[in-house]
């Protein structure tokens, strides 16, 4: 098997981008089909992302007291000594690692919660049917043991609940002499 070649500062720069967000289009596409065929450009990448979590990881270093005061005097002298710029220019945002981009946390959160979704979805049992024997008097034992039960099913549904039906039984409201009472 011949000996893999090393990774040109070409291939690492494009890698870096990849990895940053920063490339678009055919260039990015370059780089996922690549990702997907060369195994040490696979390895390097996961190398990056392990040294950007490593370095996410340390410490952050609290500036000195003077630092604000030494920064502001260095940038009002360079603003007197380049009197020509008349609007102060900003400077570019830095690029953020691709881990820490603000829109990739909620993609992420929302691509598992589709995923668990079609997961348990997947495994949830659908409605049994309802066949001919099971609404037949004849072959359902409910039906056999408890008929005005099943005839007067939609009734007992519109209930609170079996507590109200049990008071309802003991109450004397309905009297079997056909009184009322």
């Given amino acids: 098997m011949p000996e893999p070649q090393p990774l040109s500062d070409a291939d690492r720069a494009d890698l870096t ?5 920063e490339l678009a289009g055919e260039e990015r596409r370059r780089v996922e089909a690549r990702l997907a065929t060369d195994p040490q450009l696979r390895s390097e990448a996961d190398s990056l992302k392990r040294a950007w979590e490593l370095l996410d990881a340390l410490p952050r270093p609290a500036p000195s007291n003077e630092f604000t005061t030494r920064t502001l005097d260095r940038v009002s002298a360079l603003r007197v000594a380049t009197p020509s710029t008349s609007k102060t220019e900003a ?4 690029k953020r690692p691709w881990l820490r981009r603000s829109y990739l ?10 995923v668990a979704l079609g997961i348990g979805y997947a495994i949830t ?10 609404m037949n008097p004849d072959t359902d034992p409910l039906m056999k043991r408890e008929p005005s039960v099943i005839e007067n099913l939609s009734l007992y549904l519109a209930a ?4 109200f039906l049990l008071a309802l039984d003991q109450s004397d409201l309905f009297a079997d002499d ?4």
Avoid: M
Wanted: negative net charge; charged residues 15%; without cysteine.
């Fill in 91 to 94: 400077l570019p945002a830095p």
């Fill in 125 to 134: 049992p659908g409605p049994r049917p309802v066949t001919a024997a099971a």
């Fill in 17 to 21: 981008a990849y990895l940053d967000g």
């Fill in 178 to 181: 056909g009184s009322g009472r």
């Fill in 160 to 163: 609170e609940n079996l507590d």
């Fill in 105 to 114: 946390a909620p993609a992420a959160w929302a691509a598992v919660a589709a």
